[in-house]
């Protein structure tokens, strides 16, 4: 069974005046079907208002499909008994760390989730262990989070939402704000939890380098999937993704600028060590 | 004439308990320079630019504005903001007016112009940072996020100022939406010889905008210097949480694998010349 299913979603903005008359309808997400297995790591592209946002928050439920069906572990979003479920099997981190802890102590807020789930006390305390081990942030655990860094705070969010248990976590943009190591802290800490305890991954950013680890990559337009395929495949297309708004890794870029002034290098080179081997032939 | 900062020190109190926040910070900004300031978070880089036009008060030391000590009693404050514009992070989240066009004339009418006036600067910020017209009489809430970002900037743009600081104004943006808001304040700076003063956690954009960068660290400026200088410390920056453009780094590598290439580089366009360079230096032969 796939962990997230999507079939012909079409997600309209529908704007009203005083009158409840339609004055405006705008089509966020439109007839997108993808199949997410459990397990995968999967990246969302594609350009400010192009519509990734309005597709994660289906998958947890916080907004429900105008036509179409969405699957979460094989629960309908749409109905309402299912609700709960959803959110605890698909968990969401956003943007600004500042707008999603609520409390005052690091350990509080990671306890937060399980406790609202009637998780006994004993296991909430062992989950937070875990959850701020597995994210790096354990030796923080008593601090106020206004005083942490954006990456630290993230990863805090990070393991309030690890802390639920959940099959999948949707990250929409979380590594938007930070500062590179920040952001490679976020990144390591997600790998982690995808390799090792194999929770779903669906990343949603802006910065192309944290793509290449992805098992499978979907780029979106005007609320399409114009694009699907792995870094490689994906990242192969330089104009394409250029002609979308997006960009490529800078050593993608470099190998594909040396190709074009007649050096013969692969399409597609996602990593530095991936560059050397291409140009070592040459030296 | 210039932004100087001396010997500037700031400290939080939280409860008793004081953290040095900014620690003896002296530099020179001089006009029209693009200057780019990066460091974790944490570092005190928010800090350090919001005392730039007078919004914290520095705990010691002076920061002069065209030779004038913006502490001094008599100093007129709310002008030096005029100048000194400062660009907050995700500063869309300030807008608040019912149309694009109203919420870029609330600063220049705050200045106290006349009414003809405020709105030709504010058409003319709008131009300037790109926003097409048929959007001037839109609701800010109905715009994408790049077009939001650059409507704020309009707002600040539109009261004229000498120096533009813009705290993370590419976050959030893609990548297409970062690099043309990026072109636009390097038109402005060359156009209109403003300071720019931008602070960002993106390596790659300093590396292909600014002409000199400020590192900070712990409260401190730890290194000064153009990209080139600065980007060569590779590894002292990633000790700080930082790091140098992949570009960088790769041709860091090819030099190590005995590629007859310059290591510092910066920008892609530099690395394609000196890869391209070093192969037909051994096609020449020598």
């Not at chain 1, 993808?34 to 597709?55: M, Q």
Request: charged fraction near 30%.
């Amino acid at each position: 069974m796939e962990m997230i299913k999507i079939k012909n979603l079409i997600h309209e903005y529908i704007r009203r005046d005083e009158e409840e008359n339609v004055v405006d309808i705008k089509r966020a997400v439109d007839d997108i079907s993808i199949d997410v297995k459990p397990g995968e790591f999967v990246a969302i592209l594609g350009h400010n208002g192009s519509g990734k946002s309005t597709l994660a928050k289906h998958i947890n439920a916080l907004l429900y499909p105008g036509e179409g069906t969405v699957w979460v572990n094989g629960m309908d979003t749409s109905a309402e008994e299912n609700l709960w479920k959803v959110r605890e099997s698909a968990g969401m981190v956003f943007q600004n760390p500042d707008n999603q802890i609520i409390g005052s102590v690091v350990e509080e807020d990671v306890g937060f989730g399980p406790e609202n789930m009637g998780v006994p006390t004993e296991e909430i305390w062992q989950r937070v262990e875990e959850s701020l081990k597995a994210v790096g942030m354990w030796q923080y655990r008593k601090k106020s989070p206004n005083r942490l860094s954006g990456g630290q705070k993230q990863r805090v969010a990070i393991a309030g939402v690890v802390a639920m248990h959940p099959k999948c976590i949707i990250l929409d943009e979380a590594t938007a704000m930070l500062d590179p190591s920040g952001r490679k802290e976020v990144l390591r800490a997600v790998r982690a939890l995808n390799m090792v305890e194999e929770v779903t991954i669906i990343h949603i950013t802006h910065y192309m380098e944290e793509v290449i680890y992805a098992d499978k990559v979907f780029v979106m337009d005007q609320g399409k999937v114009v694009m699907e395929g792995t870094p490689k495949e994906i990242f192969s297309q330089v104009e394409k993704l250029q002609k979308l708004r997006l960009d490529v890794p800078q050593v993608t870029l470099l190998a594909h600028e040396l190709k074009k002034a007649g050096v013969p290098i692969e399409d597609g080179i996602l990593t530095i060590d991936e560059l050397m081997e291409q140009l070592d032939k040459r030296k | 004439m210039a932004i100087i900062v001396n010997k500037l020190n700031y400290n939080y109190n939280d409860g008793g308990k004081t953290t040095q926040v900014l620690k003896d910070i002296s530099v020179v900004i001089p006009d029209g320079q693009f200057l780019g300031i990066i460091g974790h978070t944490g570092s005190g880089k928010s800090t350090f630019v919001q005392h730039l036009n007078g919004l914290l008060k520095a705990g010691s030391g002076t920061v002069y504005y065209n030779g004038e000590d913006i502490s001094d009693k008599d100093y007129d404050l709310k002008k030096l903001r005029s100048k000194v514009g400062l660009v907050f992070q995700y500063p869309e989240h300030q807008l608040f007016e019912v149309d694009v066009f109203k919420d870029v004339c609330f600063g220049p009418r705050n200045l106290g112009l006349e009414e003809k006036k405020v709105q030709l600067r504010a058409f003319a910020a709008l131009k300037q940072v790109g926003v097409p017209e048929e959007l001037f009489y839109a609701s800010p809430f109905e715009l994408s996020g790049g077009q939001k970002r650059r409507v704020a900037i309009a707002g600040v743009l539109a009261m004229e100022p000498e120096v533009l600081i813009l705290d993370e104004p590419t976050a959030g943006l893609d990548p297409k939406g970062r690099d043309e808001l990026l072109e636009q304040l390097a038109k402005l700076q060359k156009e209109r010889e403003i300071t720019i003063i931008l602070v960002s956690h993106s390596m790659e954009d300093m590396a292909n905008y600014a002409e000199r960068i400020l590192v900070m660290d712990q409260g401190s400026i730890v290194l000064d210097g153009t990209p080139k200088e600065v980007f060569a410390h590779d590894k002292e920056l990633e000790e700080m949480g930082l790091a140098s453009p992949q570009v960088t780094y790769i041709m860091k590598e090819l030099k190590k694998r005995g590629f007859s290439v310059e290591e510092k580089v910066t920008t892609i366009e530099e690395a394609k010349k000196e890869i391209l360079n070093s192969f037909k230096r051994k096609v020449a032969g020598c």
